[in-house]
């Protein structure tokens, strides 16, 4: 394993612009949404079961067993969307990706509560979902990711909705995935488009494994097309070396990677694609992969700043994860403004340190940020199986911008084993027992 730079391009100017416009020294005293009292059963909401709310829920229960913690989360079941590149491609079943929330909080303690958060009356500390009102003493945020087709649609809802059920993204866990699925089963040839979004989008190595995948069932089943990458970026955002090796060794017949490739039009019915330099590519199929943004819900609950990618992020004090104006209401995951990884490892851990926050709010003692780690495994290719990975820890730097700490990378799929080990089923493994079982 090598230490690199991996981030040289597009990554490391996100991570230093992300946060710099959020940022807040932690001293700075926030005005609070309603006054603390002493608490000897904190009631404590987490609103969305994902990665970051699930860690948030089991850990907090650790940290305050005495708490009344209920997960608020409208999907009566959990289905991951870390892993489910290897579910598309028939590498492990819809079993492996499932489980239920209701496991969930018996083994760990806590309630599971299926609505979904409508609205909140912050200055009476209430929250308001389809299924009636709850009263808190903690909010915690981890309502994970939305669309953002603006760029591309130009508002025009009509291409908006055709974009996202002709030809979904599926980086948001449910009916989507299943989509594309069948989209890859039936796939008989012709140029089939990945998109990659600029600015800090979710699961940064996805849509090139993905694209590896796809290419790898059109050499493997001898179907004459190609993947066709257009990326808004002016390189691979992670795994640079890996990826850009394997694009031009494994699948130089099948893949066709284009950077710095921004979408002026898309034309459905002609199903042409036009850049900002009137280059025109012709699709038989595709999986158009928006820019995202921080979900409506925060946004009109005032709880969202804009960025300098037109998006809406969490407006979170990054040193303390409490939303700006709130002293009892915290935000987890890929909600965040700060420049981390915004992936199923990076968001984990970070629901289990924000969970440390709020315990130690609760014991009335000193917020201490911790870094998240992002620990990252892609699959290159099915027949071998081969995987490339990385783990990357993170700082801030003097004005509160986004920095670095570590980065750790294995990209030489020729030799690695982590593949050979089935190393990304593993880790993910491991995780879902803990989200879950244990």
């Not at 199923?344 to 709010?361: L, Q």
Request: aromatic share 12%; proline share 3%.
């Amino acid at each position: 394993m090598e230490r690199r730079d991996l981030f040289k391009h597009t990554l490391l100017s996100l991570l230093s612009f992300s946060t710099l416009s959020f940022a807040e020294s932690s001293d700075k005293k926030e005005k609070s949404s309603s006054p603390k009292k002493n608490i000897s059963e904190p009631r404590i909401l987490v609103v969305g079961g994902g990665w970051s709310g699930l860690s948030f829920a089991k850990h907090i229960k650790k940290y305050v067993p005495h708490a009344n913690v209920t997960l608020v989360e409208k999907r009566e079941m959990f289905f991951s969307c870390p892993v489910s590149n290897a579910w598309m491609f028939d590498m492990v079943d819809m079993e492996f990706l499932t489980h239920s929330y209701i496991d969930a909080a018996n083994n760990h303690n806590y309630q599971y509560f299926q609505a979904e958060a409508t609205g909140l009356d912050a200055k009476k500390n209430i929250l308001e979902t389809t299924k009636g009102n709850l009263e808190y003493d903690y909010l915690i945020f981890a309502t994970g990711i939305e669309y953002d087709y603006s760029k591309w649609t130009k508002g025009d809802k009509a291409l908006e909705q055709r974009l996202k059920n002709e030809y979904p993204a599926a980086f948001i866990a449910g009916s989507e995935h299943i989509t594309l699925k069948h989209k890859i089963k039936n796939y008989k040839g012709g140029n089939f488009i990945i998109t990659v979004p600029s600015g800090n989008y979710r699961c940064l190595p996805a849509p090139y494994e993905r694209a590896c995948l796809l290419a790898d069932h059109i050499k493997q089943n001898n179907i004459k097309g190609k993947v066709i990458i257009l990326d808004a970026n002016n390189t691979v955002t992670i795994k640079e070396e890996g990826f850009l090796s394997v694009f031009k060794e494994l699948y130089k017949d099948e893949l066709v990677y284009k950077s710095s490739f921004n979408i002026e039009k898309i034309d459905l019915d002609k199903k042409i694609v036009m850049d900002d330099f009137d280059e025109e590519i012709h699709f038989e199929d595709a999986s158009f992969y928006p820019s995202v943004q921080a979900p409506k819900l925060l946004e009109t609950l005032g709880l969202t700043v804009k960025t300098v990618y037109n998006r809406a992020e969490a407006n979170l004090d990054v040193y303390t994860n409490r939303f700006k104006g709130h002293d009892n209401i915290f935000g987890c995951g890929d909600i965040r403004p700060m420049g981390f990884s915004k992936s199923g490892n990076t968001a984990h851990t970070e629901g289990a340190n924000v969970a440390k926050m709020v315990a130690d709010d609760i014991a009335k003692k000193k917020i201490k940020w911790i870094s998240p780690v992002t620990f990252c495994i892609s699959i290159v290719s099915k027949k071998p199986h081969r995987e490339i990975s990385l783990v990357s820890e993170y700082k801030y730097g003097p004005k509160g911008e986004t920095d670095f700490a570590s980065t750790i990378t294995d990209e030489d799929w020729k030799n690695s084993t982590l593949g050979k080990s089935n190393a990304q089923f593993s880790w993910a493994k491991s995780m879902y027992n803990g989200m879950f079982y244990s």
